[in-house]
T-cell receptor, first 110, second 113 residues
Framework: QKEVEQDPGPLSVPEGAIVSLNCTYSNSAFQYFMWYRQYSRKGPELLMYTYSSGNKEDGRFTAQVDKSSKYISLFIRDSQPSDSATYLCAPLEGAQKLVFGQGTRLTINP | SAVISQKPSRDICQRGTSLTIQCQVDSQVTMMFWYRQQPGQSLTLIATANQGSEATYESGFVIDKFPISRPNLTFSTLTVSNMSPEDSSIYLC??????????FGEGSWLTVV
């Protein structure tokens, strides 16, 4: 079993839809949870991170962590074609080691 | 956030040769990291590089294959030695700022033929 599981998709939704991206993880010691966005042929871009359980909102993006079920979510409201990218969840293990999920490829259709 | 520059951005290499990738950061950082992203796969940590000490390698990665230098707080290199087609990947440099925010460079895209 991988430490972080993420549905690779692809996921295709119409513009304006609410997108839900999810990961599960197995290591209960994880405390920080990152979301990265990676456009084709580019490096990962840090979108946001949360600490422990709870929600964090940044514009159209909301990150949610439920440590009791080891479940991580990223919601995108009013999705735009420019949101089309691969989204990677990455809990932080110990001294700044990121453990990446496989990434979900998202396409927003105009 | 830190600005991270990598060179080369892409290269095509012959089997059996070695290539050194450079990573330059626009601010001083304690910890730098090297990741690999194989085609269609996610990112895997190769090693952590601290200035003034030997790099710490993750399971499955060895110094003879991936020697790393960290001569100062803004620069690091990763060498991919004796390359084979299986080494065709994106190699990414990353840095940690303010403890838990980790940023990545644009990556170095290597194809081994």
């Amino acid at each position: 079993q991988k430490e972080v599981e993420q549905d690779p998709g692809p996921l295709s939704v119409p513009e304006g839809a609410i997108v839900s991206l999810n990961c599960t993880y197995s290591n209960s010691a994880f405390q920080y949870f990152m979301w990265y966005r990676q456009y084709s042929r580019k490096g990962p871009e840090l979108l946001m991170y949360t600490y422990s359980s709870g929600n964090k909102e940044d514009g159209r993006f909301t990150a949610q962590v439920d440590k009791s079920s080891k479940y991580i979510s990223l919601f995108i409201r009013d999705s735009q074609p420019s949101d089309s990218a691969t989204y990677l969840c990455a809990p932080l293990e110990g001294a700044q080691k990121l453990v990446f999920g496989q990434g979900t490829r998202l396409t927003i259709n105009p | 956030s830190a600005v991270i520059s990598q060179k080369p951005s892409r290269d095509i290499c012959q089997r059996g040769t070695s290539l050194t990738i450079q990573c330059q950061v626009d601010s001083q950082v304690t910890m730098m990291f090297w990741y690999r992203q194989q085609p269609g796969q996610s990112l895997t940590l190769i090693a952590t590089a601290n200035q003034g000490s030997e790099a710490t390698y993750e399971s499955g990665f060895v110094i003879d294959k991936f020697p790393i230098s960290r001569p100062n707080l803004t620069f690091s290199t990763l060498t991919v030695s004796n390359m084979s087609p299986e080494d065709s990947s994106i190699y990414l440099c990353s840095v940690a700022e303010n403890g838990n925010t980790i940023y990545f460079g644009e990556g170095s895209w290597l194809t081994v033929v």
